[in-house]
């Protein structure tokens, strides 16, 4: 069955410094997101991608947060410099058109900033 | 703008017990309206979903009604197990059939004892 794969799992930084995450979608999902999950908390949007560009990022902290699917495939989330509130999960989904945008998950990279 | 509210957790029930996860929700148009889980460490998975009024969407034994009237789309199972206990997510997608990002509540914790 095809799935969203994401990586690292898990990641331990300390603040002001530099972390990514990479996301690979569902095979042929045009769509992709980025949400962060705090803990106890539901999924917020950060982006979302259609192919190559970016839909919608008004939720990203552009100051440090940036984002890019080069290849309109695969996408990398970068933080830099990251800070102590950034401890979250980071989800990766994908939706195929017309499919009423069910969305489906990666496992998640589960961010630590000590 | 778009908002998703569910019950509190957590939610301690015995194994066979009825469970009710309430979810109600606000949207500006005809959402889409989605009950994801997430067991330990992991990503969303889509448990059910719903497109139209009065659509009842179902698996695994749980089930969901899309009430308009209500606005509502409150979570059933009639008689859970263990392996249910996990975090219960509703969300909404208010993109008529597109793909924007999801609305997710804060998230209900399910815990069944034995």
């Known amino acids: 069955e095809a799935e969203v794969a994401q990586s690292p799992r898990y990641k331990i930084t300390e603040k002001s410094q530099a972390v990514a995450f990479w996301c690979d979608p569902i095979?042929?999902?045009?769509?992709l997101y980025w949400y962060r999950q705090i803990l106890g908390q539901g999924p917020e949007l950060l982006v979302q991608?259609?192919?190559?560009?970016?839909?919608?990022d008004s939720q990203l902290p552009k100051d440090r947060f940036s984002a890019e699917r080069l290849k309109g495939v695969d996408s990398t989330l970068k933080i830099q410099p990251a800070e102590l509130g950034d401890s979250a999960m980071y989800l990766c989904?994908?939706?195929?058109?017309?499919?009423?945008?069910?969305?489906?998950f990666g496992p998640g990279t589960r961010l630590t900033v000590l | 703008g778009n908002s998703v509210t569910q019950m509190e957790g957590p939610v301690t029930l015995s194994e066979e017990a009825f469970l009710t996860i309430n979810c109600t929700y606000t949207a500006t148009g005809y959402p889409s309206l989605f009950w994801y889980v997430q067991y330990p460490g992991e990503g969303l998975q889509l448990l059910l979903k719903a497109t139209k009024a009065d659509d009842k969407g179902s698996n695994k034994g749980f089930e969901a009604t899309y009430r308009k009237e209500t606005t509502s789309f409150h979570l059933e199972k009639g008689s859970v197990q263990v392996s249910d206990s996990a975090v219960y997510f509703c969300?909404?997608?208010?993109?008529?059939?597109?793909?924007?990002?999801?609305?997710f509540g804060k998230g209900t914790h399910l815990i069944i004892q034995p």
């Open positions: 969300a909404l997608s208010d993109s008529g059939g597109g793909a924007d990002g999801l609305t």
């Open positions: 989904a994908s939706t195929l058109r017309g499919t009423n945008n069910e969305q489906f």
């Open positions: 991608f259609q192919d190559e560009s970016v839909v919608d």
């Open positions: 095979s042929g999902h045009a769509t």
